[in-house]
């Protein structure tokens, strides 16, 4: 079956960067759109960015200046970064599997970032 | 950017009630339109894509409805698994999420 499955650190200090990974198994890479959703403590759900297959991407325009999303392809993963945090970064980061014209049909169990010193 | 707005932001309803969730959009777009079901601590689960399209596996029970800027979520005879918070999401180009709309036990 698909999972997704986010890594990175659960804690990140204040203007530094935040690195995230989405390892994806039971599904290739090709053919779909895959997402970074995020969704900070007793709050909803905020969308980053998205990243097709071919390397296409698109930001939040409210993140954009601070995010980079990319995918490889040979290791069946995508990767987020987003720069200079601070404590409003807090959230729990989703990763999702996105196939064109549908919802996001597949998440991660998501991962707690918590930006403090 | 297309802003996605809810309503209401919470329900409060009984088991066998029919439920309806509205979101409306800042403005018209295709029927790129999805609905998520999110229980506290889990991740959200995808229920409608392309405003009227049951996701596999979810219960008839739930539907979707609307085009253009007005969309809604109707859920037919609430059962007690249905009580939890629900997104709309758009997801043509760029993406935004509602802001949910928890529906509680009455």
């Known amino acids: 079956q698909v999972q997704l499955q986010e890594s990175g650190p659960g804690l990140v200090k204040p203007s530094e960067t935040l690195s995230l990974s989405c390892t994806v198994s039971g599904s290739s890479i090709s053919g779909y759109y895959w997402g970074w959703v995020r969704q900070p403590p007793g709050k909803g759900l905020e969308w980053i960015a998205w990243v097709y297959y071919t390397g296409n991407t698109n930001y939040n325009p409210s993140l954009k200046s601070r995010v980079t999303i990319s995918v490889d392809t040979s290791k069946n993963q995508f990767s987020l970064k987003l720069r200079s945090v601070t404590a409003a970064d807090t959230a729990v980061y989703y990763c999702?599997?996105?196939?064109?014209?549908?919802?996001?049909?597949?998440w991660g169990q998501g991962t707690l970032v918590t930006v403090s010193s | 950017d297309i802003q996605m707005t809810q309503s209401p932001s919470t329900l409060s309803a009984s088991v066998g009630d029919r439920v309806t969730i509205t979101c409306r959009a800042s403005q018209s777009f295709s029927d790129w339109l999805a609905w998520y079901q999110q229980k506290p601590g889990k991740a959200p689960k995808l229920l409608i894509y392309?405003?009227?399209y049951l996701e596999t596996g979810v219960p008839s029970r739930f539907s979707g409805s609307g085009s253009g800027t007005e969309f809604t979520l109707t859920i037919t005879s609430l059962q007690p698994d249905d009580f939890a918070t629900y997104y709309c999401q758009q997801y043509s180009s760029l993406w935004a999420f509602g802001q949910g709309t928890k529906v509680e036990i009455k």
């Open positions: 392309k405003a009227s």
């Open positions: 999702t599997r996105h196939p064109y014209g549908r919802g996001s049909d597949y």
